[in-house]
């Protein structure tokens, strides 16, 4: 068991679970545990500890809240729980457990850290700059640029692109996600850094500033 900021974190047959989220919500929160390290489990009710500590949300099933580069749901199955969905990879519907959650974040994660680079997860409502083919699995350059917050920063083009901006249009970061889970893991790297998917190989790097 765990004690995370005055709320019990512990394994319950196939479950970790929280004691004490009741006076912050209506329900306690329950996620199956999968093919994963426990503690990858433990690390997802803390973030959602976090977010029901500190914004006080007001929440009912079916609510989605985003866990770093991936989309959860709340659902309730059990009076005294929400249990925790997560999406399926091509957007089609929502499964129970958070596995394909911990292994994009786990793959992004790794991924900065191999180039010893912060990890700047995007999120799923946040708007992604595309050009046709992106979606088709062309080869993709990749560029971050420092953005609002309501923007990844990220511009995605592929040989196609002629230098007109008009031909480039806006997503959303899900729609880029659902498309093309190939190239998640390259999606956290830190505004001022680029990727170049070319014949099966991948290139990272940082832009020089003029």
Known sequence: MTTYKEVEIFVNNNNVETKGLKPHLDKEIRLVIGDNQQKDYVDIIKYIVD????????????????????????????????????????????????????????????????????????????????????????????????????ESGWYLITDDYNDDIKSLKVVHFYHVAFARPDILKYLALPFGHRFRMRNNTVEIVKDEVD
């Open 51 to 150: 977010y029901i500590i500190e914004n006080k949300p007001a929440i009912s099933e079916n609510q989605n809240i985003g866990y770093y580069s991936w989309l959860l749901q709340f659902r309730i199955e059990d009076e005294n729980y929400y249990d925790l969905f997560e999406v399926n990879a091509d957007g089609s519907g929502f499964n129970k457990g958070c596995d394909a959650a911990i292994s994009v974040i786990r793959k992004q994660s790794e991924l900065c850290s191999h180039y010893g680079l912060p990890v700047q997860f995007p999120n799923f409502n946040q708007s992604v700059v595309i050009l046709d083919g992106v979606y088709e699995g062309k080869d993709i350059e990749g560029i971050r640029y420092d953005s609002p917050q309501n």
